[in-house]
């Protein structure tokens, strides 16, 4: 049993929880997450890792409730308990193994959308630590929607709010301001983009033609988290991956966001997944108890 010793709600619609996972802490990095499970009847499921603690013991999660899980998950208080907490899973962003003194000399921008600066602040905070300071773009559609705003503007070089209503900083989406950055004279060695696909995907369109390397965190569907179901596969390059293990970020410019996006859709019906199977054959996998694979 995971105690929560904090719960509160951040924006509408948007919860952030400090749990109580000492192994977890001890051996998460930034890009990484864990796969909760309130009780035995409830779903497993994904969140990114927004924070920890390795001397308290605690793990930062934040997520927005949208079935039924996520929707209970929002009910729970200080002092109750989740039954699983598993992680840390997947693979820790690439820049935590890179030469400190390469990295030192990087210019990096990250790019965030709604939920998706849950994410980013983990990294940008890391980086922040080893004395790095990279600029942050986070967008949503409202002021009040923007969330970990403090925080972030404490850790990253400078800090740019966008709203697509223009009720706060820049108005518009995210990929008008790193235009706009790139044309003021804003040099970058690499973009990390993390938020919904569609974001990404035209985040990754703009950063191709401004010439900016660009790391996506892929979100699709997920069930095991250990690769054994295939509801996370990803079509990266020529390559099957699956973001779950491989993942959860790869190269943006390489990802196929369209087929992405769709299979999210496909997968949501018994039909769905029992045509991906059919298409996907060995590459596939199954296991997940929905679409009757045997690997």
Known sequence: MYKVLKAEKLAANIYLM???APRVAKYCQPGQFVIVK?????ERIPLTICDYDREAGTVTIVFQPIGASTTKFADVKEGDYFLDFTGPLGCA?????EDMEILKNKKMLF?????GAAPVYPQVKWLHE????ADVIIGSKTKDLLILEK?????AGTYYPCTDDGSYGHAGMVTTKIEALVKEGKQYDVCVAIGPMIM??????MTKKLGIPTIVSMNPIMVDGTGMCGACRLIVGDEVKFACVDGPEFDGHL???DNAMKRQQMYKTQEGRALLKLQEGDTHHGGCGNCGGEK
């Open 18 to 20: 400090d749990v109580e």
């Open 38 to 42: 309130l009780d035995e009847k409830g």
């Open 93 to 97: 962003s690439d820049f935590v193994k």
């Open 111 to 115: 790019v965030g959308g709604g939920v």
């Open 130 to 133: 080893h004395g790095i300071d």
């Open 151 to 155: 925080e972030m503007e404490a850790v």
């Open 200 to 205: 990404m995907k035209f985040v990754c369109l």
């Open 255 to 257: 990802v196929d966001f």
